[in-house]
């Protein structure tokens, strides 16, 4: 009897531990997509910053030629 009991035991450990593997995996693949998300936001950012620096230097090395 024990070991009847031992097997489903391990049975329902084993359902809880695919149902935890599946929600974790599910939460991985979201924090795979927003970590994405956060790294594109932070690399047009950063485009946007050096673009607007070099607006900047330029108009600061014209106005000094022109000057």
Do not use: G, P
């Not at 450990?13 to 979201?30: G, P, S």
């Not at 998300?37 to 600061?60: I, Y």
């Amino acid at each position: 009897m024990l070991c009847c009991c031992s097997v489903a035991q391990a049975y329902v450990n084993q359902k809880k531990l695919d149902t935890e593997t599946k929600i974790l995996h599910a939460n991985v693949a979201h924090f795979a997509k927003q970590t994405t998300l956060w790294l594109k936001l932070v690399e047009d950012f950063n485009q946007a910053l050096k673009v607007r620096l070099f607006n900047n230097n330029t108009k600061f090395l014209h106005s000094a030629i022109t000057s």
